[in-house]
């Protein structure tokens, strides 16, 4: 039987390279795909990472904790330091951190953590909960 922890595991592999090619491959998106569906999409991949971690949490203390997570991201995109100006010249920094705050990013934020909260809530109706493994062993 397949786990939730690995589904969203796969998800969020998933949605990583999806969100990265929007923004690599955007001639195979339409013009509004390539230009917000990579915010959308990094709301959605990093929902998924988070239930990967918290499974047992509510999914709407998980909702409100994904998407403060990403507006506080946006925010921090105003503040700028050598420290963190360097680390934004980097791939990895430039992929975690953003480079420069827009509005609409806050809105994607809010788009995307939405529809992972239901495409999660139909996820967790199809694949049941894994069942506690059995002991071998029984107590007479």
Not at 18 to 45: C, E, N, Q
């Amino acid at each position: 039987m397949i786990t939730r922890r690995i589904t969203y595991i796969v998800l969020f592999v998933f949605f990583t390279w999806l969100a990265l090619a929007t923004r690599h491959h955007s001639d195979w998106f339409f013009p509004v795909v390539a230009k917000y569906g990579g915010d959308v999409i990094w709301a959605g991949m990093f929902f998924f990472l988070l239930r990967v971690i918290f499974p047992r949490t509510k999914l709407v203390k998980l909702v409100v904790c994904n998407y403060l997570l990403g507006v506080l991201d946006e925010v921090s995109q105003l503040w700028h330091t050598p420290i963190l100006d360097s680390i934004r010249s980097t791939t990895i920094g430039k992929l975690a951190l953003g480079l420069g705050f827009m509005w609409s990013d806050i809105a994607c934020y809010a788009v995307g953590t939405v529809l992972a909260y239901f495409f999660i809530i139909l996820l967790e109706r199809i694949i049941p909960v894994a069942k506690e493994a059995k002991s071998i062993t029984t107590v007479k």
